[in-house]
Antibody, heavy 119, light 106 residues
């Protein structure tokens, strides 16, 4: 059974930093590209970052480019999102998402971890 | 960037109704479109991909159609378990979601 479990969320002040982790199991993690998708309270879904299966290619939405860094450790089956210069508008539930190979949608989502940016 | 626009934002319907949700892309995305269902406090669940292919395990009352810039998700006979929010997603160029359509009880 595919499982994606996020951790690392919490309350942080504006301008602060936080690192999210996503522990993956139930599939060969190193074979799949992964995404981070966030959802602000009461709002819709927003893709923010993606990484290729080997970590060699990374992609960012304009809203987080230069502030967030996605990475992965295939030996630990773990995906990361390093977030810095956080803003109140970054407040959201952050989901770790597994992507189907090729030009394709996402088939498994974690339950998410809540990040709250507030003073 | 490709923008996705869903309509309506909210839809009130009764059990047994036929429900249609529309999603429009700001440029042609061929059939690189997926639909997801999300219930409160839960992660989204993939329903349809390639605009019209039903994901394994998804009830046949769900169907999708369209290509290019206009797409629809249809629920042929709404069931109690279907009251949720639905999102379209394009994956032609990176990934963009529509703003969501909440299907609520009339």
């Amino acid at each position: 059974e595919v499982q994606l479990v996020e951790s690392g969320g919490g309350l942080v002040q504006p301008g602060g930093s936080l690192r999210l982790s996503c522990s993956a199991s139930g599939f060969t993690f190193s074979n799949y590209a992964m995404l981070w998708v966030r959802q602000a309270p009461g709002k819709g879904l927003e893709y923010i970052s993606a990484i290729s299966n080997d970590g060699g290619s990374t992609y960012y939405a304009d809203s987080v480019k230069g502030r967030f860094t996605i990475s992965r450790d295939n030996s630990k089956n773990t995906l990361y999102l390093q977030m810095s210069s956080l803003r109140p508008e970054d407040t959201a539930v952050y989901h770790c998402v597994k992507k189907i190979p090729g030009r394709s949608p996402c088939d498994y989502w974690g339950q998410g971890t809540l990040v709250t940016v507030s003073s | 960037d490709i923008q996705m626009t869903q309509s309506p934002s909210t839809l009130s319907a009764s059990v047994g109704d036929r429900v249609t949700i529309t999603c429009r892309a700001s440029q042609s995305i061929s059939n690189w479109l997926a639909w997801y269902q999300q219930k409160p406090g839960k992660a989204p669940n993939l329903l349809i991909y390639s605009a019209s292919t039903l994901e394994s395990g998804v009830p046949s009352r769900f169907s999708g159609s369209g290509s290019g810039t206009e797409f629809t998700l249809t629920i042929s006979s709404l069931q109690p378990d279907d009251f949720a929010t639905y999102y379209c997603q394009q994956y032609s160029s990176f990934w963009t979601f529509g703003q969501g359509t909440k299907v609520e009880i009339k």
